[in-house]
Structure formats: structure tokens, C-alpha cells
């Protein structure tokens, strides 16, 4: 079975800029959370959906956005590019949303902003 | 304020030996404590979790951890290292009423391996 997976792998962007990153969740799994790792630090909470309704928000401007599709895949939408947005951006799985069940990251997307 | 703290940066140890990595927190309740292992350049893989019942729970590759309410630690243990183990180790905690399943991280600690 695959896995959570997310692309691009890497990409490189200039300042202003538009970002999509995008997630598939595994499969049967409704629930799609999205985390922001600054090199050095541990992830910090951007957004959860779960059915397609954003479910949960981390302390992030509204540059940051994100949807939910009816199959469940994600994206995550960051307008206005700022270098402080380099960072790896994981999405995490689970299959519903309450607290507690086994979530599961991909391996991230490395956003460069130049 | 509710916070994850994992004391120690960097963390070397010989091939072999034992390893204990440290994670408090500080919340009104016990939560939900997982530890996960992100190699690098990779996503985060988790190795165990703690949500009620037995303190010392076991998880993959080894890994145990120990929940003590006493002293709001979830201390990640191995017996004896090997190479494959270097890594960052991130202990994360979910609120047991929160909404959602938000994961707040501790700042993770590094393992480097001597051989």
C-alpha cells in the first residue's frame, strides 16, 4: 500500500512568489494535516481537514491556505513568498479526526526561497 | 503555557551502548505522547506512543519509553545503539480534549553514533 505521498520533493522559488504543495493521504484515510520544519526545529502545525473542512489552524498568516479535495488529497497554498518560509513542509494522514489514532507523514516537500 | 521540552540538542554515543533521550511537558492533563525518529532529509517515522495503561511502552527498532506522571517525562530508552540510530528523535504530545489531532513537537534531539 502507499504511503502518504507528497510533491514535489523539492523546489526552489523567489521571494513573492506562489507556492501549491500537494498531499495524497493514504489510502482510506480522511484526515490531512499540514507542518511546517525550519531547519533545526520541530514541526510546527499549519492546518488540519478532515471531510473536506479545515478542521484545525497553527499560528501561521493568511498567506498560508490549504484545501481539501473529495478524494481526500490536500493542498497547501502560500502566497507573498518571504525567505523565513524555507523550511520542509510535511503532510501527515490519519484516519479520522479525533486526537490520539496513529498519524503518518510523507517525506516532505523542501521549499528554497531565494 | 503547554509546552514540549526535549533538554539535549546533541546526544553522542558508542555503537553499543545504551541511550536515553528526555521529553517533559507541561500541560493541565496527561496527553497523548508519541516519539518519532526523522532521518535525514526524510519525513518522520513514528516509533512509539503513549495514550493510558502501562507506563513503559514498547515500540519499533527496539525503542522503549517510560511515562512517569510525577515527573511529566516520556523518556525514550534504547539498551544498546547501533549505527542505523543516528538520527533527530522528536517527542510530540496531543491534548486528550483538544479538537483535532494537532501534534505540538519538542525541538528534537540529535543522535550521532560513534563507532
Known amino acids: 500500500d502507499a504511503g502518504v505521498t507528497q510533491s514535489p520533493t523539492h523546489l526552489i522559488k523567489t521571494r513573492g512568489q506562489h507556492v501549491t504543495l500537494r498531499c495524497s493521504p493514504i489510502?482510506?484515510?480522511?484526515?490531512v494535516s499540514w507542518y511546517q520544519q525550519v531547519l533545526g526545529q520541530g514541526p510546527q502545525f499549519i492546518f488540519q481537514?478532515?471531510?473536506?473542512?479545515?478542521?484545525g489552524r497553527g499560528n501561521f498568516p493568511d498567506r498560508f491556505s490549504a484545501r481539501q479535495f473529495p478524494n481526500y488529497s490536500s493542498e497547501l497554498n502560500v502566497n507573498a513568498l518571504l525567505l523565513g518560509d524555507s523550511a520542509l513542509y510535511l503532510c501527515?494522514?490519519?484516519?479520522?479526526?479525533?486526537?490520539?489514532?496513529?498519524?503518518?507523514f510523507g517525506s516532505g516537500t523542501r521549499l528554497t526561497v531565494v | 503555557a503547554q509546552s514540549v521540552t526535549q533538554p539535549d540538542i546533541h546526544i553522542t554515543v558508542s555503537e553499543g551502548a545504551s541511550l536515553e533521550l528526555r521529553c517533559n511537558y507541561s500541560y493541565g492533563a496527561t496527553p497523548y505522547l508519541f516519539w518519532y525518529v526523522q532521518s535525514p532529509g526524510q519525513g518522520l517515522q513514528l516509533l512509539l506512543k503513549?495514550?493510558?495503561?502501562?507506563?513503559l511502552v514498547q515500540g519499533i527498532k527496539g525503542f522503549e519509553a517510560e511515562f512517569k506522571r510525577s515527573q511529566s517525562s516520556f523518556n525514550l530508552r534504547k539498551p544498546s545503539v547501533h549505527w542505523s540510530d543516528a538520527a533527530e528523535y522528536f517527542c510530540?504530545?496531543?491534548?486528550?480534549?483538544?479538537?483535532?489531532?494537532?501534534?505540538?513537537f519538542g525541538g528534537g534531539t540529535r543522535v550521532l553514533v560513534k563507532p
Open positions: 503513549y495514550f493510558s495503561g502501562d507506563t
Open positions: 501527515a494522514s490519519s484516519l479520522i479526526q479525533n486526537q490520539g489514532f496513529g498519524y503518518t
Open positions: 510530540a504530545v496531543v491534548p486528550v480534549k483538544a479538537a483535532g489531532n494537532k501534534l505540538t
Open positions: 481537514y478532515y471531510e473536506k473542512e479545515e478542521r
Open positions: 489510502s482510506g484515510h480522511k484526515s
